[in-house]
Nanobody, 127 residues
Framework: TQELMESGGGSVQAGGSLRLSCAVS???????MAWFRQTPGNEREAVAR????????YYTESVKGRFTISQDNAKNTLYLQMNDLKPEDTAIYYC?????????????????????WGQGTQVTVSS
């Protein structure tokens, strides 16, 4: 059984919106979670992070004011609302979970901290 499973990716024109969802197994309820993205030939980039109290505490500079991370514990789902999408947002987006009780702060979410990953969902933004 997939512990994290993303959905909601697709193709959209610049200026459009998408909402990514990540179904979270009960084993990862209430942990530090994040969205990352990756383009071919590049390392994964942290996009947004939400802590165990469901407070967003990190956005990469390029998405501030456009993307919102949130979590619905009743539905065991993590979201990434993406508005005013730009071609440079084109990437595979991954949700990721850190082990329970992990520290969920700091200047930048380190990829190595997140031990469980979804399979990724493609987002393509055309100009």
């Amino acid at each position: 059984t997939q512990e994290l499973m993303e959905s909601g990716g697709g193709s959209v024109q610049a200026g459009g919106s998408l909402r990514l969802s990540c179904a979270v197994s009960l084993a990862y309820k209430g942990v530090c979670m994040a969205w990352f993205r990756q383009t071919p030939g590049n390392e994964r980039e942290a996009v947004a992070r939400i802590n165990q109290r469901r407070i967003a505490n990190y956005y990469t500079e390029s998405v501030k004011g456009r993307f919102t991370i949130s979590q619905d514990n009743a539905k065991n789902t993590l979201y990434l609302q993406m508005n005013d999408l730009k071609p440079e947002d084109t990437a595979i987006y991954y949700c990721a979970a850190a082990p329970p009780l992990s520290y969920c702060g700091g200047d930048y979410p380190r990829e190595a901290q997140y031990t469980t990953w979804g399979q990724g969902t493609q987002v393509t933004v055309s100009s």
